[in-house]
C-alpha cells in the first residue's frame, strides 16, 4: 500500500523525468520504461497515476502551462505586459528539458486531440492576458491587434532560440529577446500617447 502523501510527490518525479527523457530521446524514443528508470520508480507507476504515456505526456505540458501562469499584483499594467513577456523567456522555459518538450508538444498537438486543446487554451490564455493589459493602455479597437502582434513575437523569438539549440539559446539571447519584445510593446504604446 503506498504511502499517504506520496501521491504528488510521485507525479512530480514522474513529470520531471518525462522532461528530461524527452529533451535527452525525442518524444517518439521517450518510452514508459525510460522515464520510469529516469524517475526511479516502476513503469507501472505511470498507468497507474496518468493512465499511460499520452496521460503524462499531458501531465507534463500542464506542468509547463502553469508556469506561465500570472500570479502577483502589478503596479501597472504596463508592467503586467512585461512580466508576460519575462515569463516566457524565463530560465526554466528556455531549459533544454522545456524547449524539447514544447517543441514536441506543438508538433504532436496537431495530431493529439488532448494536446491540441492545452495549445488552444496556453494561446487564448496569452492573447487574453495581454489583451487585457492593453485595453487598459490603448482604445479598446487596437488592443487586441497589439496583443496578436505581441503573442506572436514571444512565439516567434522564443521558437527561433529554442530551435538554434543550446550554442544560441543564452541567457543573452534570450534577454535579446525579451528586450526585443518589450521595445515593440513601447513603440506601440508610443502611437497613443
Known sequence: MPKVGMEPIRKKQLIDATLVVIAEYGFHSATISLIS????????????????????????????LEKLKLQGSFSSHLERID???????SVEQQESSATNTWLNFWALSLHSEGLHRLQRINHKRLESNLTYSFTNLIPREHAKEAALSTAAMIDGFWLRNALEGERQNTKENVTKASNAVKRYVRLVLSQYQ
Do not use: C, D, V
Request: glycine letters at 14%.
Open 37 to 64: 528508470k529516469q524517475a526511479g520508480l516502476s513503469s507501472g507507476i505511470i498507468s497507474h497515476y496518468f493512465g499511460g504515456k499520452q496521460g503524462l505526456i499531458e501531465a507534463a505540458m500542464r506542468y509547463l
Open 83 to 89: 512580466t508576460i513577456i519575462e515569463s516566457n523567456f
